[in-house]
């Protein structure tokens, strides 16, 4: 079966610093990994994806993440935090045999200070 | 413009009723999907559906009806046998071929009175 392990529940940061968001997974098959973002009472914006390509994958806003099978590990980084980018960030996994289901993480609130 | 739209924002709901969260994408996508969210948590599947006419339950689907009679639309019901319904829901849809990738909704927070 399918999971998604999010290490930190919440991650508070400094602007202009750098962003890590950890995420583990397990899958019995070569797995489709996303990242999504949510403001506070909105929907889920896609950040980025991997579907078996490069292992490096950049997203949207500077966010960029690493398929590390070996460590069965999909974090999140950003370089220089924003204000705007706080909001809670969900690790997705894809049961792509079983009609496009997603499996999600719990989530972790990023809060950056000024 | 293509999306996915959600109404209502926001509802309201009586001990005993039923309520419909309406859920519409233009985008031509096969496939939709109705999460619930509940505060600190990731998203818990109720229903999808991956073709019209035709649906499957998800993880939480009890108290919960659902229809599918068009591409376009997918609305969910919560019945009176849902006992805990406060909540954040989120409607999705799957496109973008290869590597297909779940849209979202803008959601709708449902609260009891």
């Known amino acids: 079966a399918q999971s998604v392990t999010q290490l930190d529940s919440h991650v508070s940061v400094s602007e202009g610093t750098p962003v890590l968001l950890r995420c583990n997974y397990s899958?019995?098959?070569?797995?489709?990994l996303f990242w999504y973002v949510q403001h506070p009472n909105k929907g889920l914006q896609l950040l980025l994806k991997?579907?078996?390509?490069?292992?490096l994958v950049k997203g949207i806003n500077g966010f960029e993440a690493e398929f590390k099978k070996s460590e069965t590990s999909f974090h999140l980084t950003k370089p220089s935090a924003h204000m705007s980018d706080a909001a809670e960030y969900f690790c997705?996994?894809?049961?792509?045999?079983?009609?496009?289901?997603?499996?999600f993480g719990q989530g972790t609130e990023l809060s950056v200070k000024p | 413009d293509g999306g996915i739209t959600q109404s209502p924002k926001y509802l309201f709901r009586k001990e005993g009723q039923n309520v419909t969260l309406s859920c519409e994408q233009n985008?031509?996508?096969?496939?939709m999907y109705w999460y619930r969210q509940d505060p600190g948590q990731g998203l818990r599947l109720i229903y999808y559906?991956?073709?019209?006419?035709?649906?499957q339950k998800g993880d939480i689907a009890e108290g919960y009806s659902v229809s599918r009679e068009k591409k376009e639309s997918f609305p969910l019901t919560v019945t009176s046998a849902q006992k805990n319904p406060t909540a954040f829901y989120l409607c999705?849809?799957?496109?973008?071929?290869?590597?297909?990738?779940?849209?979202f909704g803008p959601g709708t927070r449902l609260l009891v009175l």
């Open positions: 999705a849809s799957l496109g973008g071929g290869a590597g297909e990738t779940q849209y």
């Open positions: 985008l031509n996508h096969d496939a």
């Open positions: 997705v996994v894809s049961e792509w045999n079983q009609g496009g289901k997603l499996i």
């Open positions: 991997y579907t078996s390509a490069a292992t």
């Open positions: 559906s991956q073709i019209v006419n035709d649906f």
């Open positions: 899958s019995s098959y070569s797995p489709s």
